[in-house]
């Protein structure tokens, strides 16, 4: 059993941090729902201070991990696809300074000032390691986006408590590099072999970007202009494309990889929010509401098989 045990924590894998992204990011979308539309549904917070228990026990896992088995984590981090996820740590914390902001904005700084530092550590050497290693075109996939996204989110979590400056620092970096990313990505996916199933769900990770950009402009600037309406509408065409692609995903056996569907439904859902109230067309809180149901039973489906296969001792194992 202990030997077990120890297994368990030698493949503890820097990717489940995305299960933090993808439920903190409902319980967002819950209390921007209630905030905007007037509703009084209260799930957010609840959800919200969960992920926040979970994080933690996630957070000190990993450490347990990295002083037993510093070998595995730097494997990891030399990986050319796990070391994407890494910043799923920092924009965890954004996430949480998020959602904390209403119920505990002590806390909530902490995370903004904390996460936005580890943020632009990654960025830079996640860069460093695109510039200077030899990646082959295979290795690249739509994973790749999660350090753009993390920069992005920036100025979301740090309106009102980072300087503005800091703030269009970060929003720069992340859309300029988010169509160059595309592009490649694109690339990859469109002349060369098509992704290994596992990394399927990755490609929902294509919303998130001009979503949360979408977000993050709107944060800086309170209006509702011709730059912010194409971050909008591409998000939800990326969106709808990915809709009619159903059969593809649904045919996907679990992995862990699977938490790469919820984030980017809460970010579109959020997003969607955000267009109805600066509209006011009635028509975007119907679809808000559509896509609130979808990233609801998105996350629940996700979080239902991932318990499963936990019990079945299928998560944490050698890749």
């Known amino acids: 059993m202990e030997q077990a045990n120890i297994s368990r924590l030698q493949y503890f894998p820097i990717t489940l941090f995305a299960t933090v992204m993808g439920m903190t990011g409902l319980g967002i979308a819950f209390d921007r729902y209630d905030l905007i539309t007037k509703s009084n549904l209260g799930v957010g917070e609840y959800i919200i201070y969960a992920m926040l228990i979970w994080f933690s026990f996630i957070c000190c896992v990993y450490a347990l991990k990295i002083a037993k088995y510093p070998k595995e984590v730097k494997e990891e981090f030399a990986h050319p696809i796990r070391v994407n996820f890494f910043p799923a740590l920092s924009i965890s914390m954004l996430l949480l300074a998020i959602g904390l902001e209403c119920y505990q904005p002590l806390l909530s700084e902490i995370f903004c000032y904390a996460g936005a530092t580890l943020q632009i550590i990654f960025t830079y050497i996640i860069l460093y390691k695109w510039f ?111 809709f009619t692609m159903f059969r593809k995903f649904y045919s996907v056996p679990y992995y862990v990889s699977w938490w790469a569907y919820t984030f980017p439904m809460d970010a579109i859902t959020i997003a969607t929010l955000v267009m109805y109230k600066l509209s006011g067309n009635v028509f975007y809180k119907y679809l808000s509401v559509f896509f609130l149901i979808v990233a609801t039973l998105v996350v629940a489906h996700v979080l239902f098989y991932s318990i499963v296969n936990a019990l079945k001792g299928k998560v944490c194992v050698p890749d």
């Open 132 to 242: 200077y290693r030899d990646y082959k075109l295979q290795t690249i996939n739509p994973a790749w986006f999660i350090p753009v996204v993390g920069t992005l989110l920036v100025p979301v979590a740090g309106k009102g408590t980072l300087p503005v400056d800091v703030l269009w620092f970060f929003f720069s970096i992340g859309i300029v590099l988010w169509p160059i990313m595309y592009a490649l990505v694109k690339y990859r996916l469109i002349f060369h072999e098509q992704l290994p199933a596992k990394f399927l769900p990755t490609k929902f990770i294509l919303i998130a970007p001009p979503a949360i950009g979408f977000i993050a402009y709107f944060k800086l600037t309170g209006s509702l202009d011709p730059f912010s309406r194409i971050l909008y509408f591409f998000a939800l065409f990326t969106t709808l494309m990915l």
